[in-house]
């Protein structure tokens, strides 16, 4: 196309340069034209003046032979004028340096002839004839001079005609020239656009069934987001067909989380960016979501306008779901190696790290990134020799497992090392033993000494375990009984020997004892009991390095321990049943006593009150002594009603619950004197000392001070200076309280009867009483737990002691 | 003696214990006329006019109960709830006659609704002068309530 339009510029150059020559011509030719035209003029000039001047010497010489006429005379001036006037003429239109000058000799012949003329005859012949010859001679100079610049115009313009003859041939020649090739190259032209036409349809239609063909979804859409073309591909990947889905819009395939994202991506290729490969996610027609890779172009119309996007995407769904799964594989492996707890490297056959746990990198205290792709030999140099290399070399040479326990020194570590190995691989477990072989060590010394305990108590067993549950020591000959050899659990970690479930049985307390604590249970196997201690051995730093597990068969114990339990609960059983029967018996004497003093009151009631009615009905005809044996009679009914008061009072007492207080004594004694000498106020002096406040049954208190109170006034009334002492002391754990009299006091050894109910040292008519009063006062005392106790001498007073202890907190 | 005028009624089993009684209130000049019943069932059925009374008007009520508490067949608790059970009785007074203040009756007595309760005591004068003033108290004093 480029070429083409050189050539065209090129022609139109061309043309237009010969355009310029032939205006360039045409000037020039106009211009000799012109010229030419002049000269033809100077040239007819010229001839005109010599007819002219033929014609005036004629009429001059026929003036001059014959005279004038005035015909002739107007003909005459009338040639002359016109002479005149060629002469004007000629002056202004002769160009030409010789014809001008020729001209102006002409003139001024010419005009001195007519001068002479007008004058007439003025000339001689001769000169006439002279002048006349030499104006001949220059006109016709003149006339010969004109014709020749005619005809050398004539010659310039055939000149002139003949280069413009050529310019036009070649011009034509050229026009005709770039018209046939501007018609061949249209016509070339027109032939190869049909060509390309054919060439595109074809083109697209292997396109289109490309685009068909492929497995990616393809289509475009508009910038509003209308889909427009929509490939067999999308309707596979989709499950949209192209009918259902040409006309809607794209966001139908965007899952709703992933609109903005699309909608900024959309702006991205409206500036007419690409987006290449991008993973992300779509919701087909049924609603799943798929994994897609989508590449997305900006289409441009003609003016490079754009006017929507292209997109394929390829369901990568599976491949994600792969990638993913492998992701996922991976990251439990290498979970799974970083989760044991030995050491674990990865060595390829060059001993090189290809892989390194955490926990190997803390046994070693290195990083991974110091390690990977290291030859081990060069990081630890001084395991070069040792039982590990030469496992590892072994084990990539004989592609066996190899294990070995090594002690590396300079970072003082025990290592168990077991090597796996795998091809171009090899896998080593590394445990850290270091803490196991110290406590091995330390065992190792008093291993005697547990060797001897053990073989010392029958039915026993000590076991001693390391921090990792591994048994280190186990001795004695309840081992048997487990089903167990010493070999077998020592050396190995509990859980790895013992049952799963037993194990998890006892892992509570070993976390226990390796928590410090020590503690001891008794447990029952087999129909054998036994007694479990748990002792945390710990070395000079307290640092807890071991167990010690004692087990003991108590069985004879815990059975004679078992007959107890059944004795006592036999007993228990027995005590209940016993009291059950006493309250009964309780009961029933409760019962008894009311219907005793209820029974017994009557009669007395009857004996008294009949003796009265007697009294006041026949006191006339009843005599003194008749009225003494009345009154005797009323008084010993009287005397047993308060008898039987007093005994009903005295069991409702000993029945009665302690409802105990802090009494204040001093207010308590007080109250009682005062209540005492109600009525009937004593004469006896009553001193009462600083008493302690106790815990005690007010109201039962109330009774025992009553009672000795009374006491002491009754047995004291009768002497000189009547005087009562009530005092109070602590002693251990009880405290003491007195009340003394100087009154008739009594022998000490009726003393044992003094507290029988009904038991009296005294005879009625001498000190009236019932004998139950200190009865009462002994009961209310053992009731709170304490003694009472007396001391007397006949005649010197008595002192009464009661004793209150402590309470024991339950 | 007409049953409907009775005012008071003892209702005691011991003749003796019932004897002393009346003789007391006769001598304190409470000559109020009185009903002796020998035990519960009795005076239920003189209260309630059955049995033996099933002829009494029972809509005129003694104005005092003295109510000995331990009698053969129906006892005193059982006649005192069987009094206040009934609207017929429930209003009138009941002195509770027991022969020692220790008896556990008492206080049943008295959750019963019995209005007092006097001590049989073995000597008779203090026995008497409990009875006279018990009934001034209750006879004298005592408005029936309407």
């Known amino acids: 196309m480029r070429k083409n339009r050189i050539v065209y510029i090129i022609a139109i150059v061309v043309m237009l340069g010969i355009l310029l020559i032939f205006n360039k011509e045409y000037q020039v030719l106009s211009l000799y034209a012109d010229i030419s035209d002049e000269n033809y003029r100077v040239h007819n000039v010229f001839l005109d003046l010599a007819k002219y001047e033929n014609k005036e010497r004629f009429f001059r010489r026929s003036f001059i032979r014959e005279g004038s006429s005035d015909e002739m005379n107007q003909l005459f001036e009338e040639y002359k004028n016109t002479i005149i006037a060629d002469l004007d003429t000629l002056h202004s239109i002769v160009k030409d340096e010789q014809l001008q000058h020729t001209f102006n000799q002409l003139k001024s012949r010419i005009q001195t002839q007519l001068n002479e003329s007008s004058e007439r005859n003025s000339l001689t012949n001769a000169e006439v004839s002279q002048n006349d010859a030499l104006i001949d001679s220059l006109l016709h100079q003149g006339i010969s001079r004109s014709l020749l610049l005619v005809h050398n115009n004539k010659q310039q313009i055939h000149k002139e005609i003949l280069w413009l003859r050529w310019g036009i041939l070649f011009f034509i020649v050229v026009t005709s020239a770039s018209i046939i090739v501007l018609f061949i190259g249209l016509s070339k032209q027109k032939s190869k656009r049909r060509l390309n036409l054919k060439e595109l349809k074809q083109q697209q239609e292997i396109l289109a069934s490309i685009v068909n063909l492929s497995e990616d979804a393809i289509f475009s859409k508009t910038t509003d987001g209308t889909i427009i073309t929509w490939n067999k591909g999308a309707e596979k990947i989709y499950g949209y067909t192209a009918n259902e889905i040409i006309g809607k819009k794209n966001a139908v395939l965007i899952p709703g989380d992933l609109r903005y994202e699309d909608e900024q991506i959309f702006k991205r290729i409206m500036l007419g960016e690409q987006v290449q490969n991008y993973e992300t996610r779509r919701v087909t027609r049924n609603g799943n979501s798929i994994s897609v890779s989508v590449t997305i172009s900006p289409v441009k119309d003609s003016k490079g306008n754009i006017v929507g996007a292209a997109k394929i995407s390829r369901d990568i769904t599976e491949r994600v779901q792969l990638q993913e799964k492998i992701r996922l594989q991976n990251e439990e492996l290498t979970g799974i190696l970083e989760r044991i707890t030995d050491g674990f490297i990865i060595l390829d056959n060059d001993f090189r790290y290809v892989f390194v746990n955490k926990e190997i990198c803390k046994m070693v205290n290195r990083r991974p990134e110091d390690l990977i792709g290291k030859i081990v030999w060069e990081e630890f140099p001084e395991a070069i020799g040792s039982p590990t290399y030469y496992t590892i070399i072994n084990a990539r040479d004989t592609q066996q497992f190899g294990s070995s326990v090594d002690y590396y020194p300079p970072l003082g570590l025990w290592q168990e090392n077991r090597v796996y190995p795998g091809g171009d691989k090899l896998s080593i477990f590394i445990r850290d033993i270091s803490e196991q072989k110290r406590a091995e060590e330390k065992i190792a010394k008093s291993e005697k000494i547990y060797k001897t305990i053990a073989s010392s108590i029958p039915g026993s067993l000590i076991c001693i375990m390391d921090t990792d549950y591994r048994y280190l020591l186990i001795e004695g000959d309840m081992l048997e009984g487990f089903g167990y050899t010493r070999d077998e659990l020592v050396g190995n970690k509990a859980s790895a020997v013992i049952p799963s479930e037993r194990f998890n049985e006892v892992l509570p307390n070993l976390r226990r004892v390796f928590n410090g604590e020590s503690f001891s249970f008794d447990s029952k196997r087999n129909n054998r009991y036994v007694l479990n201690r748990y002792v945390p051995l710990k070395d000079e730093s307290e640092q807890i390095y071991a167990a010690m597990i004692v087990l003991i068969d108590v069985t004879h114990l815990k059975l004679a321990e078992e007959k107890i339990m059944e004795l006592n609960t036999s007993l228990e059983t027995k005590v209940a049943e016993r009291t059950a029967q006493l309250e009964a018996v309780n009961k029933e004497l409760e019962a008894f006593t009311y219907s005793v003093s209820h029974d017994l009151r009557a009669p007395l009631r009857a004996i008294n009150g009949y003796a009265k009615i007697v009294e006041e009905d026949y006191h006339t005809i009843i005599n003194d002594e008749g009225k003494r044996l009345l009154k005797v009679i009323k008084d010993n009914a009287t005397k047993m009603g308060a008898l039987i008061d007093e005994l009903l009072r005295f069991s409702k007492l000993g029945r009665k619950a302690l409802n105990r207080s802090w009494v204040n004594m001093n207010e308590l004694v007080t109250e009682v004197i005062r209540e005492m000498n109600y009525g009937n106020p004593t004469t006896v002096q009553i001193n009462i000392g600083k008493l302690h406040t106790v815990p005690v049954d007010k109201t039962l208190m109330h009774h025992v001070l009553f009672n000795l109170i009374s006491n002491a006034v009754k047995y004291s009334d009768k002497a000189n200076h009547p005087m009562v002492e009530i005092n109070s002391e602590k002693k251990d754990s009880s405290w003491i309280f007195s009340v003394k009299d100087n009154g008739v006091g009594f022998d000490m050894k009726y003393a044992d009867k003094l507290f029988g109910v009904f038991q009296r040292l005294h005879s009625e008519s001498e000190f009236p009483g019932t004998g139950v009063g200190l009865a009462i006062v002994q009961r209310i005392i053992t009731k709170h737990g304490g003694n009472v106790w007396a001391n007397a001498e006949l005649n010197k007073g008595a002192q009464f002691y009661f004793s209150i202890p402590e309470q024991q907190e339950n | ?146």
């Open chain 2, 1 to 146: 003696m007409q049953m409907n005028e009775v005012e008071i009624l003892l209702i005691e089993d011991n003749m003796n214990d019932a004897e002393m009684t009346i003789r007391s209130l006769t001598k304190n000049n409470i000559l109020n006329p009185l009903m002796h019943v020998k035990d519960g069932e009795e005076a239920i059925d003189f209260l309630f006019g059955t049995g033996s009374y099933s002829d009494r008007d029972t809509s005129v009520q003694p104005h005092l109960i003295l109510l000995d508490l331990k009698m053969p067949k129906v006892n005193g608790i059982d006649v005192l709830k069987k009094l206040k059970a009934s609207e017929l009785t429930r209003k009138i007074p009941v002195v509770v006659l027991t022969s020692s203040n220790e008896n556990p009756d008492i206080k049943e007595c008295y959750a019963l609704g019995a209005n007092s309760y006097i001590v049989k005591p073995v000597d008779f004068d203090s026995f008497s002068r409990s009875i006279s003033q018990l009934g001034f108290y209750w006879i004298l004093l005592n408005q029936k309530p309407v």
